[in-house]
């Protein structure tokens, strides 16, 4: 590879990537290869950018660059060498994203803060919340939630989703990779069964613990610290928990629903509109 398109690589990552400088080169003095490549490398990594570098590798060798094939050679032991540290490459949000079932950080170990993606968001409530911590021990309220946790956790972490945060009496989940839509929904319908069972032989309250749920997706920034972000998505979800979500069911937003398998849409009944937002509700009933 050129310098020319090894600094224009590096510039789509680093905007104002200046390799003279970097190389301790005056303007004007070619860098040698080898050593262009070495310094591109070590400032990715210094500046925890190398996996979105490497991505862009993989994109450029896989479809070319400004209408060039451009084979990158070593590129394979580089990928290995990626995925033997945890890592996979997901050609959906063309990024490399931490193995499901591995390492858990909120970022799926890639996105860095002030990015701007689009999520799923998976928001959770208990029901009751107030009036069981009143009328019971703590000892039995702490073991029911933090069993409940237990419970989310695993489900969404199937689908290498991630627990952004946890208030107590309720939490919010995030997805990234993949359907992120599906994967919400698939996650909040499975806590719900999961939900039944906890109740029918584990829950140590003397009545059903219970939730409400709702999904939404969108773009929102992402921050480390979570209540930091400014979303619009973030804000729905919540929204629409709120005000459309009855115990025991789980709401999802039309952006939500429309994009669901025609094979789940039957599960879900409308349940009118959250501004201009039309809402589809799932709820679990049992035959008497």
């Given at each position: 590879?050129?310098?020319?398109?090894?600094?224009?690589?590096?510039?789509?990552v680093v905007g104002s990537y200046d390799l003279h400088e970097r190389?301790?080169?005056?303007?004007?003095?070619a860098v040698p290869n080898r050593d262009a490549a070495a310094q591109?490398?070590?400032?990715?990594?210094?500046?925890?950018?190398?996996?979105?570098?490497?991505?862009?590798?993989?994109?450029?060798?896989?479809?070319?660059?400004?209408?060039?094939?451009?084979?990158?050679?070593?590129?394979?032991?580089?990928?290995?060498?990626?995925?033997?540290?945890?890592?996979?490459?997901?050609?959906?949000?063309?990024?490399?994203?931490?193995?499901?079932?591995?390492?858990?950080?909120?970022?799926?170990?890639?996105?860095?803060?002030?990015?701007?993606?689009?999520?799923?968001?998976?928001?959770?409530?208990?029901?009751?919340?107030?009036?069981?911590?009143?009328?019971?021990?703590?000892?039995?309220?702490?073991?029911?939630?933090?069993?409940?946790?237990?419970?989310?956790?695993?489900?969404?972490?199937?689908?290498?989703?991630?627990?952004?945060?946890?208030?107590?009496?309720?939490?919010?989940?995030?997805?990234?990779?993949?359907?992120?839509?599906?994967?919400?929904?698939?996650?909040?319908?499975?806590?719900?069964?999961?939900?039944?069972?906890?109740?029918?032989?584990?829950?140590?309250?003397?009545?059903?613990?219970?939730?409400?749920?709702?999904?939404?997706?969108?773009?929102?920034?992402?921050?480390?610290?979570?209540?930091?972000?400014?979303?619009?998505?973030?804000?729905?979800?919540?929204?629409?928990?709120?005000?459309?979500?009855?115990?025991?069911?789980?709401?999802?937003?039309?952006?939500?629903?429309?994009?669901?398998?025609?094979?789940?849409?039957?599960?879900?009944?409308?349940?009118?509109?959250?501004?201009?937002?039309?809402?589809?509700?799932?709820?679990?009933?049992?035959?008497?």
């Amino acid at each position: 590879m050129d310098i020319k398109t090894m600094v224009a690589l590096a510039r789509r990552v680093v905007g104002s990537y200046d390799l003279h400088e970097r190389c301790g080169f005056p303007h004007g003095v070619a860098v040698p290869n080898r050593d262009a490549a070495a310094q591109i490398v070590e400032d990715m990594i210094a500046s925890s950018n190398f996996l979105v570098f490497v991505s862009l590798l993989i994109e450029v060798n896989q479809h070319g660059f400004v209408g060039r094939k451009i084979p990158i050679r070593g590129l394979d032991q580089i990928v290995s060498e990626v995925m033997d540290a945890g890592m996979v490459y997901d050609a959906e949000t063309h990024a490399f994203v931490e193995v499901s079932g591995r390492r858990q950080t909120s970022n799926w170990g890639v996105i860095r803060d002030g990015d701007v993606h689009t999520f799923g968001f998976l928001r959770f409530d208990i029901v009751g919340n107030s009036r069981l911590v009143r009328e019971y021990d703590e000892s039995v309220v702490m073991k029911a939630y933090g069993d409940l946790r237990e419970i989310i956790h695993a489900v969404i972490e199937r689908r290498n989703g991630r627990l952004w945060s946890w208030e107590g009496d309720g939490g919010l989940a995030a997805f990234f990779t993949d359907e992120v839509d599906s994967a919400a929904v698939l996650s909040g319908m499975e806590i719900l069964s999961e939900l039944v069972l906890y109740n029918a032989l584990q829950c140590p309250l003397d009545e059903p613990l219970r939730l409400r749920l709702a999904v939404h997706s969108g773009t929102s920034e992402y921050r480390s610290n979570v209540s930091d972000i400014q979303s619009a998505t973030i804000k729905k979800v919540y929204q629409i928990e709120a005000h459309h979500t009855q115990p025991n069911s789980l709401t999802v937003s039309d952006t939500v629903f429309y994009s669901l398998d025609p094979l789940i849409e039957p599960w879900f009944v409308s349940v009118g509109s959250d501004g201009d937002t039309a809402c589809f509700r799932y709820a679990v009933t049992f035959e008497t």
